[in-house]
């Protein structure tokens, strides 16, 4: 896939009531379909609100000013369908009382137009596509039995079972031990490359990020300080800010990251 997914032009998202200052203010952004953008910034910097935004989940009494543009979709993403979203903490999306086979199976029994019977067999496979170990028993499986890593593995299931074409992961592996962010890391590459997924991975991690994707737009006060392929932000950051976010990882200077960690 290629061309433009996504055009913001001049968005602005102002939260309601006792809220004067802007979430974001004045963002001018396009996604290309089936890159892989990281979303970068301090906390407060207006990361997840961008993510709302383009999914079309900011609450009610937001006020939104500009324009999204959705040129091969045609249309607003619908929710499960069309973009999938994955949290930081993946009990918040898990149901505590439903098997993680009937969870994942739901999205594509109702997505897809799936039987149940379909819809588990497809879960079981995508069960297998996140390398969860022994699938066939992690069908069965509650929440609370995973680790945190599996919960994750499962979270990620779940929000592609759809076949969506935008995926979210907003701070997806931040509470994870750096051996399995890296794992998931690995894995969310390897979804998006093989589905042609368009992907935006929020963190406020710029090392962790630099090591997969093609670009990055870095957030501060809710505007966009700058966005461009990886090597020319980390090589020639335009923005003082950005310089100082990327020397505060001296590693990233280091060329196996640039050249990325992903074999
Ligand atoms: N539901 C909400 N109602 C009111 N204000 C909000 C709401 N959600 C976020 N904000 C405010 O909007 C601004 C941007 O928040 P946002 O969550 O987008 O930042 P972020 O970059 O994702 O931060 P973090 O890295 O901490 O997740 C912050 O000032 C935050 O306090
Ligand atoms: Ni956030």
Redesign the pocket.
Same mark, same amino acid.
């Given at each position: 896939m290629s061309g433009i997914f996504c055009s913001l032009r001049q968005l602005s998202v102002t939260?309601?009531r006792g809220?004067n200052?802007a979430?974001?203010d004045g963002i001018d952004l396009d996604i290309a379909g089936g890159e892989r953008l990281a979303i970068i &910034?301090? #906390?407060?910097? &207006?990361? #997840?609100?961008?993510a709302?935004a383009l999914a079309g989940l900011l609450?009610e009494g937001t006020k939104v000013g500009g324009e999204m543009f959705w040129p091969s979709l045609g249309h607003p993403p619908r929710p499960g369908r069309d973009f999938g979203f994955v949290f930081q903490d993946p009990g918040s999306s898990l149901n505590p009382v439903l098997t993680i086979g009937e969870q994942i199976a739901e999205g594509a029994r109702r997505h897809l137009g799936l039987s149940w019977k379909q819809a588990y067999i497809r879960a079981e496979e995508l069960l297998e596509r996140v390398r969860m170990p022994q699938p066939d028993r992690a069908m069965r499986a509650f929440p609370h039995q995973l680790s945190g890593g599996q919960r994750q593995r499962v979270a990620i299931a779940a929000a592609i079972a759809a076949r969506p074409a935008l995926l979210i992961a907003?701070?997806a592996t931040s509470a994870l031990d750096v051996v399995v962010q890296a794992e998931i890391v690995r894995l969310l590459d390897g979804l998006v490359r093989e589905d042609g997924m368009t992907l935006l991975f929020?963190t406020?991690d710029i090392a962790l990020a630099s090591g997969f994707v093609d670009r990055i737009a870095v957030?501060r006060n809710?505007k966009l300080v700058e966005a461009g392929p990886v090597r020319s932000v980390l090589s020639a950051p335009e923005s003082d800010h950005t310089a100082a976010l990327i020397a505060s990882h001296r590693d990233l200077a280091t060329p196996p990251l640039i050249a990325g960690v992903l074999p």
């Open positions: 939260y309601g809220r200052s979430a974001l &910034g301090e #906390s407060g910097s &207006g990361k #997840s609100t961008l709302r609450p907003d701070e929020i406020h957030f809710a």
